[in-house]
C-alpha cells in the first residue's frame, strides 16, 4: 500500500470534467498539493457524502493552493453524470481498468454484492515532487475520512 513518503504511482486515466480527456498525474505535479479522493463508487450514499464535502471544502482547499480530484473505477460517463448531478466544480478520474486501485494497492471487494476491486475509500496528498504526505485508507467504505486532516496536510505543503 502507498504510504506517506512514497513517490505516488504515476498514472494516465480518463478525467471526467464536463468532457472527457486524458489525465497524466506527473503532469499535473505543479499544480500540487494535490488531493487524490478515491471512493468505491458513484450514486452510493456515503461517496455522494463525500464528494459534496470535499465541494463544501473546495475553497479552503483552493485557497490552500489545492487541486482536489476524486477518483473511482467507475466509467468517465458515469462520472461526468454524478458530477453533474452532485454540483461538483472539481474534476474526477475514472480507473475503469481498475489500474490505479492495484497501482496504490487498495481493492476491495463487495463479494455479497458481486462486486470486485473496486477502490478503497482513501486520500492522498501529494507535494510537487509527487511525493505522498499525507496517506489515510480506510477498510470499512462506510467510514470517511477525516477532512480538517487533509487540509491541514495540504496547509503544510503549501
Not at 494535490?34 to 485557497?63: I, K, R, Y
Not at 473496486?118 to 489515510?136: E, H, I, M, N, P
Request: aromatic fraction near 12%; glycine fraction near 6%.
Amino acid at each position: 500500500m502507498v504510504s506517506k513518503g512514497d513517490t505516488a504511482p504515476d498514472f494516465t486515466a480518463p478525467l471526467a470534467n464536463g468532457d472527457i480527456e486524458s489525465f497524466t498525474l506527473s503532469e499535473h505535479l505543479e499544480d500540487a498539493p494535490l488531493v487524490l479522493a478515491f471512493f468505491p463508487g458513484a450514486f452510493t450514499s456515503v461517496c455522494t457524502h463525500e464528494m459534496n464535502a470535499f465541494q463544501d471544502d473546495l475553497t479552503a482547499f483552493e485557497d490552500a493552493g489545492a487541486s482536489v480530484y476524486g477518483i473511482s473505477v467507475d466509467s468517465p460517463f458515469a462520472l461526468n453524470e454524478f458530477r453533474e448531478k452532485l454540483g461538483l466544480s472539481f474534476d474526477l478520474i475514472s480507473d475503469a481498468e481498475k489500474e490505479l486501485v492495484e497501482a496504490y494497492d487498495i481493492t476491495m471487494d463487495f463479494a455479497d454484492l458481486g462486486v470486485y476491486d473496486v477502490a478503497k475509500r482513501s486520500v492522498f496528498v501529494l507535494d510537487s515532487d509527487g511525493t505522498v504526505q499525507y496517506a489515510w485508507v480506510s477498510d470499512d467504505p462506510g467510514v470517511e475520512p477525516d477532512y480538517d486532516d487533509v487540509l491541514e496536510a495540504v496547509e503544510s505543503i503549501a
